[in-house]
């Protein structure tokens, strides 16, 4: 593919045909007088064609030459004229030939067309006839008779038809007349006649003036003088062997290569029967590359022959005797040519660059080829390499445009180096070459395309503002400004915050930084749209997500739901008497907003008023009597509870749980007392203290308790196996958020007593956890990743009870 073979012949022997017998149909031809100014209007070629005289710029009309010669003739774009271009010599342009014609052609693109254009050059007289020689010398002799001739050098005159010579005259005078021939092989030639016998005695010289006249207006004329000696003796004329020599001579031929000897012969003895020659008639142009050896007749090569130039000469040979006697004989060269001249490839026009979307078959380039040798030399084969996605088609004439094959893409190829080769089929053949750089001009048909398809950033929270978090990356391969990739965010919301509130994305680079610090309690991640647009027109885009997670750091303590916190009144925990080792006393809950490892919480009792005497599940939470309770016991026990979460570094928040040992509400101390229950020492003070002032409301107190103790005797109970409360508003926001299941244990049943500030105020019955926390499974969800949150709590329970607590 690509290669096309195209074959010139036909193109170039219709080209001739055309040119002399018939003009095809859009071809033109003027006359135009040689020697005519500069500028001066030659016809109208649009209006001859037809043409649209304001489109002419538009098609980049303009005359070619066919061989890349002199361009004597241009178009007027403005006004469609055929002008003058240079100044035109026939002579110098067709020497003798009768027909003179200048071939161009006219090439309009867009479609492209071709007409061709002949310019035929009017001769005017513009030179004189001239005379070989200064002189004509004669040696006649007296014995000549009355008639004889002399043939006479011809004048020559560059101009033809009526500029060329026309007649001869000759000076008035006693013994010579003049005669005119013609003949076709010679043209006009005039021969010297005797009219009156010399008499050398009388006159032994004579001087007469010929004149050579052209017959074009004005006439212009040339003379010679004519010298003549009058001789004793009696002589005869060199006779040329052929009258006609007819060779052939290869182009190139060296200098000094002979072409022909031509010999004439003189029946005369001695010096009267030396012949000489000379050219009596010969052009410019062959006087310039051939040279006659005056003594042996052998014509010489004596300039550069050239078959494009000239393809025959013409001249004739005089032969001169010792007196003077002359003949002459014609000698014709023809010039054979020889494969000397490559190809040639003219780029007439090219369209660069070529966008990459052109279509399919789109031409971006006009091609000429011309070879100046004739016949095989002259044919010529055209092709182009085969790995661009180019080719050449055969279009009129000569001409070849450059058509696309396939689609162009500047990503891929940014430009081509078209080599196209031109072969005649000479022997040898000579070929050419021409590069055609043509470049592939963008279009915006790339989108960018980011480098990954998604992109994730980490982030902890707590992050500085401004900070960068990740960076996205889009390519786009397109120039220039279709290539220059901007980012921005696609405006959407995080719980109904826009998110540019929580990203910025610089648009140049694609580094994306926070706007603000963000908190893993409030959200644990979100995703944002990232746009990259090219800066073409129209721009092209495309888009990545972003996802943003954000990790836990331990920003927060634990929180301790049970016993309630600091501020409310001192509660405290009933511990049967006849509780036994390993049995639950009471338990401790706390939460930690923080996930994973920073709300992994563990439990340590860190102060206690009978260190032995409780233990406190690590991971529970849950305090139990270590060994069996005696009645040497204290009865008021003071656990100091530290809950600790396993972040770097921990932290942690510390309760108090009051304990009292006791089957009955009577037992319970002033709650004035459990506080300051450390002071041992006055303890037995105060009791009797105590004793004294209460010991006359005591009986009203057992009646009262009494009554109470009777309203519950249906649940009387040993062991502490209720569920504990929690109020939902301790919860965390998120604290149902993901799935999972916590780690309750339903082998716990609370029932706790929740007191408003009295041992013996009314109780509180709250009704199972908010409904929304609670699904049916009867299970409070856990963060999935939070397995180490101690969970708690079943809800198979009417109601709950809480006794009396208090939490430092
Ligand atoms: C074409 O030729 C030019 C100059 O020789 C060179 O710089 C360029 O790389 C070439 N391009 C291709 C596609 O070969
Ligand atoms: C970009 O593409 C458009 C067409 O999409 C084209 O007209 C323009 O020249 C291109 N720009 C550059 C710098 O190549
Ligand atoms: C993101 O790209 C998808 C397809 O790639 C397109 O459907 C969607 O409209 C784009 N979104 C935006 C906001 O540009």
């Known amino acids: 593919m690509g290669r096309q073979i195209f074959t010139c012949r036909t193109l170039i022997l219709l080209t001739c045909i055309c ?33 649209d005289v304001k489109r002419l710029s538009s098609r980049k009309a303009r005359i070619e030459t066919e061989d890349s010669t002199k361009r004597y003739c241009d178009i007027n774009l403005s006004s469609g004229n055929l002008v003058v271009a240079e100044i035109m010599d026939r002579e110098e342009l067709c020497g003798s030939r009768i027909a003179c014609i200048l071939n161009y052609e006219l090439v309009l693109e867009n479609p492209l067309e071709v007409h061709r254009v002949s310019l035929q050059i009017e001769d005017i007289n513009d030179n004189a006839p001239r005379f070989p020689n200064e002189r004509i010398m004669f040696e006649i002799s007296e014995s000549a008779v009355k008639g004889k001739r002399f043939s006479l050098d011809e004048a020559h005159d560059s101009d033809i038809g009526q500029n060329a010579v026309q007649g001869y005259t000759l000076q008035r005078n006693d013994h010579f007349i003049l005669s005119i021939h013609e003949t076709a092989e010679r043209g006009k030639y005039a021969e010297l006649v005797l009219e009156k016998e010399l008499d050398r005695e009388e006159q032994n010289e004579i001087n007469l003036i010929l004149t050579a006249n052209d017959g074009g207006t004005p006439q212009r004329s040339g003379t010679v003088l004519i010298h003549i000696s009058v001789l004793d003796a009696n002589d005869n004329t060199p006779v040329f062997s052929q009258p006609v020599y007819r060779v052939t001579l290869s182009e190139n031929a060296p200098l000094g290569s002979g072409v022909v000897t031509v010999s004439a012969t003189d029946a005369d003895e001695g010096a009267n029967g030396d012949v000489s020659y000379e050219f009596s008639r010969i052009s410019d142009r062959a006087a310039k590359r051939f040279s006659i050896d005056k003594i042996t007749g052998e014509i010489k090569v004596n300039g550069n022959i050239d ?27 023809d010039v054979t040519d020889v494969n000397d001249n490559a190809p040639k490839i003219v780029l007439k026009s090219l369209n660069d660059p070529v966008p990459e979307n052109a279509v399919i078959g789109t031409e971006v380039g006009i091609i000429n ?61 000579l070929s050419s070459f021409m590069t055609i750089h043509l470049s592939v001009s963008d279009i915006n048909d790339n989108p960018p395309v980011f480098e990954e398809q998604f992109y994730s950033a980490y982030v902890s929270e707590n992050n500085k503002a401004g900070a960068s978090i990740c960076s996205v990356t889009a390519r786009d391969p397109d120039w220039r400004q279709n290539g220059t990739v901007l980012y921005s965010l696609v405006s959407s919301e995080v719980n109904g915050i826009p998110v540019s509130s929580f990203l910025s994305v610089n648009g140049d680079t694609g580094v994306i930084h926070a706007v603000r610090s963000f908190d893993y309690e409030q959200f644990r991640s979100f995703k944002v749209q ?36 600091e501020g409310k009144t001192l509660m405290t925990e009933m511990v049967p008497k006849a509780a036994l080792s390993g049995s639950l006393v009471s338990k401790v809950i706390a939460v930690d907003a923080d996930s994973g490892q920073n709300a992994w919480l563990s439990y340590y009792i860190i102060k206690s008023t009978d260190p032995g005497l409780f233990t406190i599940g690590l991971r529970t939470g849950e305090i139990r009597a270590q060994r069996d309770i005696t009645e040497s016991d204290n009865m008021k026990q003071n656990l100091v509870i530290s809950v600790k979460d396993n972040g770097q570094p921990p932290l942690s928040t510390t309760c108090s749980v009051y304990l009292l040992i006791s089957d009955n509400l009577a037992e319970v101390p002033e709650l004035k007392d459990m506080t300051y229950e450390e002071n041992n020492s006055n303890l037995t003070s105060y009791l009797i203290i105590a004793l004294v002032s209460v010991s006359t409301f005591f009986l009203t107190f057992i009646i009262l308790i009494l009554a109470v103790r009777f309203c519950h005797r249906r649940k009387p109970r040993l062991l502490f196996d209720g569920a504990v409360a929690i109020p939902s508003a301790y919860l965390p926001p998120n604290y149902a958020e993901v799935d999972g299941t916590g780690t309750l244990r339903s082998s716990y049943n609370y029932d706790a007593y929740l007191t408003t500030g009295s041992r013996t105020s009314d109780f509180k019955f709250v009704r199972s956890y908010n409904d929304n926390t609670l699904p049916a499974s009867g299970t409070l969800k856990m963060c999935q990743d939070d397995p180490y949150v101690s969970s708690i709590i079943n809800t198979d329970y009417d109601e709950v009870r809480i006794s009396s607590i208090s939490c430092k």
């Open 19 to 51: 040119i002399f017998f018939t003009m095809v149909h859009g071809d033109l031809s003027y006359t135009v007088p040689e020697e005519t100014k500069r500028q001066s209007v030659i016809g109208n070629v649009a209006k001859d064609l037809g043409l």
């Open 530 to 565: 990232v746009v990259a647009r090219d800066n073409g027109s129209p721009p092209l885009s495309s888009n990545t997500t972003v996802s943003v997670f954000i990790s836990d750091e331990n920003d927060n303590s634990p929180q301790i739901l049970y016993p309630a916190p």
């Open 369 to 429: 080829v011309q070879d100046k040798d004739s016949g095989d030399n002259r044919k010529i084969r055209c092709s182009i390499q085969q790995n661009v996605p180019f080719k050449l088609n055969p279009s009129i004439k000569n001409y070849f445009s450059l058509t696309t094959t396939d689609a162009l893409d500047r990503e891929k190829e940014v430009d081509y180096n078209i080599t196209i080769t031109a072969t005649d089929e000479g022997s040898p053949p």
């Open 307 to 333: 078959f494009e130039e000239e393809k025959s000469y013409e001249m004739r040979v005089q032969a001169k005797d010792g007196p003077g006697l002359t003949s002459s004989a014609k000698i014709v060269i």
